[in-house]
């Protein structure tokens, strides 16, 4: 997340959806009204239009362009088709992203220099054109996606709106795009302080020249429109029209090839002398619409008015350019080589890059030290599944060609991973591997790599287990088994998996819901694993029933399996609490792949408009983004007081509810849900406190329910898990239980790391081994639209002698930093807004209660650099 350049997804909302609605109606009426005003009363409709209105509009998008952008009346009816579901929202060919800007400048000059000879006096004139703007703006909405067919592309006024609107005095998030559909290069309402840089700075040469070419040519225009003589023929208005952009642009190459300044600055100097230009003859056609004399003395309150803020522009502009350069630059969301030479400009921090290949595709990037390689490779655009981002899942491998010494160390968690997925030595995890120097990389991991099972050797397994039987294929069974088979190589295995999937990615499938991959990049083994590890997996297979006596398992399917040692790993089913109304169709959990197919099929089915999401957990609020991402309005309802009440403090959860709510999402805390209503199909929520929230879908996320059933009809001993001993061994000695399933210590732990090492102590111990879990710290981590959340251990203070709270909050930056001491250990921490490079340190510090008594002073300033 970039905090001097943040998106519009990053900005905090303080106007409201519906009054943004409001108001654009508002203007869509009153243009409609000036139109009929310039039909009928062409006088008045004139006096307002081209003496007032026009006038105006410069000032604005210099100072607030995001005003203009989210109220401009061709900008909501281009959205409308969007929003009622009318649009074919096709993505724009090539053609129309390379050329539509250009036919819109083109547009643009044309209708400057007819100003004189076709619209000054003529009102139908005038209405005819903004007719055909307000059709053009609708029929682009009907067609291409997003702002593509208009508002960002063949616009007119799409390229005065950038050059002025490049270093906004005040910035108002766009309201329009919910979700954003990434339909536009370098879009200005998704990021407008930097979306004009990314522009003159862009690699391809037309894309930047066409931009340079227009902000040359801008004083030009205004110069020949005012100083064109009353009375002149065509000809001579387009002579002296075209010859006066000639000698504009031209004075702007030559400063240009001169190099007497950046393109950046050139092109903000230029828009402030035509806006000074504009406004030292507008200022007497405002005085003459608003006081009836042309030379009232207001003009020249407006023309100093004009040069302040032109200067101030100038002088934004130019600091901007220098933030841009030392700070974005070196980051990988701005910096290729061969980017207009941006790497000349920031040799200085060097020392503080590194450059990473990323093959096949031949990027080459500057990117920060210390930074993750999934955030490089996220940065640069190419795509890589994420999961957990902690090494543990599995979901990023990739292949270091060259540079591996210049990695950070492998920790436990990835080496676990790594070992498997049985990936070679050349392969790291690309959330886990961060850079300490140049590093050439490949997204695809060795072929070759995924058919190594990596042994124990000398281990001494136990030689009477002879068939083991785990019932289920997570995370935990898998570890489990692969674990068993390193050290055990003749048992049978059999994995018995109720879905029709091999092992996937579980945190990822919310991505089902607004990707477009469906489980694609999901799957977390290679097709070969199982065959390789001479295991048999037994997919979208149910066991029915456990006959200890027997030591059987009988299958859904009619076969019976036996085992000397059996482990559930049956994970759990989402909880859903007394609630009337459940089950009506819109009602959902998400806890499968299935589930998450599920509700993208029905939204879709059922032109959904409004979803609400019932928990304010991690799974329920990752389940909120993605619902927005499909376009939906969703309201979060959390019956505490507070979002991740078990994961973040009070002040943490404030935070990131203000920061979901810039989002476009609805949060309300102390909302417990009471009934569903609806004739046939959800309509809306009832809420204990009386309040309704419409929403054709809902989403429980009120945590698991361990599944159990099995255990209980065998006579295994069970609380809301199956119990177990620290080998995760249950009340039989045969039958073992890990994951979401097992209860240690009289606690379900539901995290994934767990998951993985209870099943690691359960392996090794059915193969002979002795090995003991010995609970685990809770770690949560949370990366959602952009912005990362991390809690780790304790988060709340016990009241205990030599603890120590120490808490820093940079509104700038949008951080938040709690870390909890006792006697000198870290014992917990909340990290909000950080970058994930510092998760694996910090959670392994926390994990190890790690003795930092002499670095206490270095927490207490909130450097966490002492943790590397």
Excluded at 1 to 25: E, I, K
Aim: aromatic content about 8%.
């Amino acid at each position: 997340m970039s905090t001097a350049f943040p998106s519009y997804l990053h900005m905090p909302t303080r106007v409201p959806r519906w009054l943004w609605d409001v108001g654009r109606l508002a203007s869509v009426a009153g243009l409609v009204a000036l139109v009929v005003a310039l039909l009928v009363e062409p006088r008045w409709g004139l006096r307002v239009w081209w003496g007032i209105v026009v006038p105006c509009l410069p000032l604005v998008w210099l100072l607030v362009p995001g005003l203009w952008r989210n109220l401009c009346p061709a900008a909501a009816v281009n959205q409308v088709p969007r929003r009622a579901g009318l649009s074919f929202s096709r993505t724009a060919p090539a053609w129309w992203k390379n050329y539509a800007p250009a036919v819109g400048m083109a547009l643009f000059l044309a209708a400057v220099a007819s100003r004189p000879l076709i619209f000054d006096d003529n009102g139908p004139a005038t209405a005819a054109g903004i007719g055909v703007a307000f059709v053009g703006a609708l029929v682009g909405g009907v067609v291409l996606k997003g702002k593509s067919g208009w508002c960002s592309s063949v616009c007119p006024m799409l390229p005065v709106q950038r050059l002025y609107g490049q270093t906004p005095l005040a910035t108002v998030p766009n309201s329009h795009c919910r979700p954003c559909v990434g339909c536009t290069k370098n879009c200005y309402d998704f990021n407008p302080k930097i979306a004009w840089l990314a522009d003159v700075n862009d690699e391809d040469e037309r894309w930047a020249g066409l931009r340079l070419i227009f902000a040359g040519v801008f004083p030009g225009v205004v110069l020949a429109y005012f100083t064109s003589p009353s009375g002149a023929s065509a000809v001579e208005v387009y002579a002296r029209f075209l010859l006066a952009l000639a000698a504009s642009v031209g004075l702007f190459m030559v400063l240009r090839t001169m190099r007497v300044m950046s393109d950046a600055k050139l092109t903000a100097l230029y828009a402030a002398a035509a806006i000074v230009l504009f406004y030292w003859w507008a200022s007497r056609v405002l005085a003459g619409s608003v006081f009836g004399d042309p030379d009232h003395f207001s003009i020249w309150i407006i023309r100093l008015a004009a040069f302040a803020f032109a200067a101030s522009f100038v002088w934004r502009s130019v600091r901007k350019e220098s933030v841009f350069l030392t700070d974005e630059a070196p980051s990988t969301e701005s910096v290729r080589f061969g980017g207009a030479g941006a790497l000349t400009a920031i040799a200085g921090a060097q020392q503080e890059t590194a450059e990473v290949t990323i093959e096949p595709h031949g990027t080459r990037i500057l990117a920060k030290l210390n930074q993750p390689l999934l955030e490089v490779v996220e940065g640069s655009g190419i795509k890589l599944e994420a999961g957990c981002r902690m090494g543990v899942c599995g979901a990023d491998p990739i292949c270091i060609v060259e540079g591996m010494e210049n990695l950070s160390e492998v920790s436990r968690e990835e080496r676990g991973t790594l070992d498997r997925l049985g990936l070679a030595d050349t392969t790291r995890m690309a959330c886990s591997a961060r850079l300490k120097g140049p590093v050439t990389m490949s997204i695809e991991p060795d072929e070759d790599s995924s058919r190594r099972v990596r042994r124990v050797e000398d281990f001494v397994c136990d030689a009477s287990v002879k068939s083991v039987v785990i019932l289920g294929n997570g995370i935990a069974g898998i570890t489990t088994a692969d674990h068993l088979r390193r050290r055990h190589p003749t048992c049978s295995i059999d994995v018995i998996a109720a879905e029709p999937y091999p092992l996937y990615n579980r945190m990822g499938i919310s991505r089902i819901i607004y990707g477009r991959s469906a489980m694609s990049g999901l799957t977390l083994l290679p097709d070969s694993w199982y065959e390789d590890r001479h295991i048999t997996a037994w997919l979208n297979t149910r066991a029915v029933r456990i006959d200890r006596e027997e030591r059987t398992v009988a299958l859904g399917t009619g076969e019976v399996l036996a085992y000397d040692r059996l482990v559930l790993a049956t994970g759990a089913q989402a909880f859903v609490p007394t609630l009337e109304g459940y089950g009506i169709p819109g009602s959902f959990t998400l806890r499968s792949a299935g589930d998450a197919f599920s509700i993208r099929e029905y939204s879709q089915k059922n032109g959904c408009d409004r979803a609400a999401v019932a928990g304010g957990g991690l799974l329920g609020l990752e389940a909120a983004v993605a619902l927005s991402k499909i376009g939906l309005d969703v309201t979060v309802l959390e019956r505490g007081e507070r979002l991740l009440r078990r994961q973040l403090d009070l002040r943490a959860a404030q935070l990131l509810q203000a920061y979901l709510e810039g989002l476009g999402l609805t949060v309300l805390v102390n909302a417990t849900c009471l009934r569903l209503l609806g004739d046939g199909r959800l309509e809306r929520v009832l809420l204990e406190d009386g309040r309704s929230v419409p929403a054709e879908m809902m989403l429980i996320a009120a945590g698991i329910l361990p599944d159990v059933r099995l255990a209980q009809e065998a006579g295994l001993e069970v609380a809301r898990g199956v119990v177990v001993d620290d080998s995760m061994c249950a009340s039989d000695p045969s039958i073992y239980a890990v994951g979401d399933a097992a209860e240690f210590d009289g606690k379900i732990f539901g995290l994934w790391p767990t998951a993985v090492e209870q099943a690691e102590v359960a392996g090794e111990v059915i193969a002979g081994g002795v090995r003991k879990f010995a609970g685990a710290v809770p770690v949560a981590v949370l990366k959602v639209a952009g912005i990362d959340v991390l809690s780790c251990g304790r988060i709340e203070s016990s009241g205990m002698p030599g603890e120590e709270i120490m808490v820093h909050e940079d509104r700038m930056e949008k951080r938040y930093t709690k870390l909890v001491v006792v006697d000198g250990r870290l014992e917990g921490a909340i990290l909000l807004g950080h970058s994930v490079e510092g998760v694996t340190e910090l959670s392994e510090a926390v994990k190890e209660h790690r003795d930092m008594s002499a670095e206490l002073d270095s927490l207490r300033r909130g450097d966490l650099s002492v943790l590397s």
